[in-house]
Every structure is written in C-alpha cells, then in structure tokens.
C-alpha cells in the first residue's frame, strides 16, 4: 500500500479537484432548489415573485455576487470589467513570482539528482513552469487597460 502511495500521490490533486466540484454543484443545486421553493411560495399566494428572486435563478453560482442583480446596466459591466483587468494586472505578477520559483525549483531537482531517477520528469516540469510564467508576463504586458 505504501508502494502504491509513493507512486500515485499526485492522484490526489485531481481527486481533490473532483470532489470539490462535486461539493460546489451540490451547493450549487441546494442554492437553486431552495429559491424555487421560494418562488413556489409566492405562486401559491398569488403573488409575483421579485424580479431579482427570478434573476437570482438564471445566474450561475459562481457568475456574480450572489444577489441576483441583473446584469443589463453596462456602466455596471465596464465597472467590472475595470477592476477584473485592474486585478489581473497587479496580481498576474504574483503568478510569474509563482511559477519562476517553481521553474527553478524543478531545475535545482533536476540538476542535482535530489529524487534520484526523476531527473527527466523534473527537467519537462520545469520547462512547462518557464513557459506559464513568460506566458504570464505577456498576458501582463498586452493587457494595456481598457480600451474605449
């Protein structure tokens, strides 16, 4: 079992990810179950449902924040489009940081034979972690702002 361990252990990762997504479409199902629940309740009293109680039902779980606002304002849209640029610009900076150490983290591994016989592996991870991080620097560089 050990063994098996020691081989696999990066199954962990993608099995993570699979369970929350799980998890996620589970609150996901509740969220949309009990606002219908809602929405039955005014039915039955004859009364019409808020609009924002509707919209709520049409967004995705992870779309908005969650009030169910609509999104038709376009002042709204481009305000929220400034600040998605505005944190991918300041932030994509914390992405190259990440992926040049964990570049020349592989590379360290790789040259100095830390793990032995994973010199090779290590070698195509630290490749790949370079190319995310100068792909991130482009995406920094040719993201300019908003354009009108």
């Keep these: 079992?050990?063994?098996?361990?020691?081989?696999?252990?990066?199954?962990?990762?993608?099995?993570?990810?699979?369970?929350?997504?799980?998890?996620q479409s589970w609150l996901s199902y509740k969220a949309n179950r009990d606002t219908l629940d809602l929405?039955?309740?005014y039915a039955q009293s004859g009364r019409e449902p808020p609009p924002e109680l509707l919209a709520k039902l049409s967004k995705r779980w992870n779309?908005?924040?969650?009030?169910?606002?609509?999104?038709?304002?376009?002042?709204?849209?481009?305000?929220?489009?400034?600040h998605r640029r505005r944190y991918r610009r300041y932030h994509g900076w914390s992405?190259?940081?990440?992926?040049g150490c964990l570049c020349a983290g592989f590379t360290f591994?790789?040259?100095t034979g830390f793990y032995g016989e994973a010199g090779p592996?290590?070698?195509?991870?630290a490749f790949v972690m370079g190319a995310l991080a100068v792909s991130s620097v482009?995406?920094?560089?040719?993201?300019?702002?908003?354009?009108v």
């Design 121 to 125: 592996a290590f070698i195509i991870v």
């Design 63 to 82: 779309d908005g924040n969650g009030l169910g606002e609509a999104d038709d304002d376009n002042d709204d849209r481009g305000h929220r489009r400034y």
């Design 1 to 23: 079992m050990e063994e098996l361990f020691r081989s696999y252990w990066w199954l962990i990762f993608p099995l993570s990810w699979f369970v929350f997504g799980a998890y």
């Design 109 to 111: 591994a790789s040259l």
């Design 39 to 41: 929405i039955k309740t």
């Design 95 to 99: 992405r190259v940081a990440l992926f």
């Design 138 to 147: 482009v995406s920094i560089l040719v993201d300019r702002g908003p354009r």
